[in-house]
Nanobody, 128 residues
Framework: QVQLQESGGGSVQAGGSLRLSCAAS????????MGWFRQAPGKEREGVAS????????QYADSVKGRFSISRDNAENTPYLQMNSLKPEDTAMYYC?????????????????????RGQGTQVTVSS
């Protein structure tokens, strides 16, 4: 089992930036996927960004490309989500999620909402 804990959410004005962090309770295996998904009130969950530990590729939702960047600190088992040029439509609860093993085949962005490990979420509110 892996427990994930997000931090870094808050309230900002449009155009501002936030950096989300996700702390894992233990070291991940050599093959895992980690990423972020979000859910706004009344809307479906949406994969935002993801990466596979065994490669350099990252995936982003079209709505955040060029504004959000996912990175990781392997030594601390911490992925980050740098969010720039925030828009009111980015307002949502953001969740860190992970899946271990499977050789990366489950790392598709659309699957982030189904990964078995996820945190409690951190709220991001962007005002116009």
């Amino acid at each position: 089992q892996v427990q994930l804990q997000e931090s870094g959410g808050g309230s900002v004005q449009a155009g501002g930036s936030l950096r989300l962090s996700c702390a894992a309770s233990r070291s991940m295996s050599s093959q895992y996927c980690m990423g972020w998904f979000r859910q706004a009130p009344g809307k479906e969950r949406e994969g935002v960004a993801s990466f596979y530990s065994g490669g350099s590729n990252t995936q982003y939702a079209d709505s955040v490309k060029g504004r959000f960047s996912i990175s990781r600190d392997n030594a601390e088992n911490t992925p980050y989500l740098q969010m720039n040029s925030l828009k009111p439509e980015d307002t949502a609860m953001y969740y860190c999620a992970a899946v271990i093993g499977h050789g990366g085949v489950l790392c598709a962005l659309r699957l982030t909402t189904q990964w078995p490990y996820r945190g409690q979420g951190t709220q991001v509110t962007v005002s116009s």
